[in-house]
């Protein structure tokens, strides 16, 4: 039930008991209350009835462009619309001025901007179905040596998304310049999957930088492909959350389709996110 304020002046004792019976009186003659329009347009018409000499104003929420609606009694002041707008005109001072009146709703700025927020949103909609980004993640040893590889390309105008999973053959990483041609390869088809695309991911930069020196060590350009983490967006716009590892913060969003100990999965659960976070795509493509 909205909220309603009603305020008196100069008023009976009596009507100051019949309001503290449904309101509380917040200020000496400031009550307010929840009660449904029923209920505060009878105490509405018992307050005009009973004011005596003195005055009164009502405000209580309603659907319109300010979120309010309000009503006087007695006062120097007049509730006037201009442009669907109920605005305040002290009557002595403005004698002679006329507005016109119009219904009750939203103005027609208010009206013409939704109009372009709506326009704007179709477009961007549109403009989406024809993006394609990359989703990647990357698993490592503690010594930080790849043992796999796996990208989601993400085609939004496409029903189905293509899937890249590289294993690396730990013990030969470790060898410093010797590189058997299967690294080499998956480096390289790897490297042909991405394209120009954007990248995402969760704690992206490290997965960047562990790739990049695998790249820089058999010859290859680093990446430059666009990169967006996912985690910075989620600490800036949720900084409410206790602990950003991977595995909570699915759960705070509601990601919970598919196993998080698949590894497997996981390129599918950060897809699942970046479409969970409020704005992140919008962001980012």
Not at 91 to 102: L, P, R
Not at 271 to 285: D, M, Q
């Amino acid at each position: 039930m909205p909220m309603t304020v009603i305020t008196i002046s100069n008023s009976t004792n009596s009507l100051r008991g019949d309001l503290s019976k449904w309101m509380q009186e917040i200020a000496t003659g400031v009550y307010i209350g929840n009660f449904n329009t029923k209920i505060r347009d009878r105490l509405w018409d018992r307050v005009k009835r009973d004011i005596g000499k003195g005055y009164a104003t009502l405000s209580y929420r309603v659907n319109n462009e300010i979120g309010y609606e309000f009503k006087t009694y007695r006062t120097n002041r007049e509730i006037i619309r201009y442009d669907g707008i109920p605005l305040v005109l002290i009557s002595n001072a403005c004698e002679n001025q006329k507005i016109d009146e119009v219904e009750f709703g939203f103005s027609n700025s208010y009206k013409n901007r939704k109009i372009k927020k709506i326009q704007k949103y179709k477009n961007n909609q549109k403009k989406l179905l024809r993006k394609k980004y990359i989703v990647l993640k990357v698993f490592h040893t503690d010594e930080s040596i790849i043992t796999q590889v796996m990208a989601l390309k993400v085609n939004l105008g496409d029903i189905e998304n293509e899937k890249l999973i590289l294993n690396f053959n730990v013990e030969q990483s470790k060898i410093e310049n010797e590189y058997s041609e299967g690294i080499l390869k998956s480096l390289s088809e790897f490297i042909t999957f991405i394209e120009d695309l954007p990248i995402i991911g969760y704690s992206l930069r490290s997965d960047i930088d562990l790739l990049n020196i695998e790249l820089v060590k058999v010859g290859r350009s680093k990446i430059t492909n666009n990169k967006y983490d996912i985690l910075r967006f989620v600490k800036k716009h949720n900084m409410f959350i206790n602990d950003y590892k991977f595995g909570n913060v699915i759960k705070e969003y509601g990601v919970e389709k598919k196993d998080y100990s698949e590894l497997t999965n996981h390129v599918d659960l950060i897809y699942e996110l970046a479409n969970k976070v409020n704005g992140f795509l919008e962001t980012v493509l």
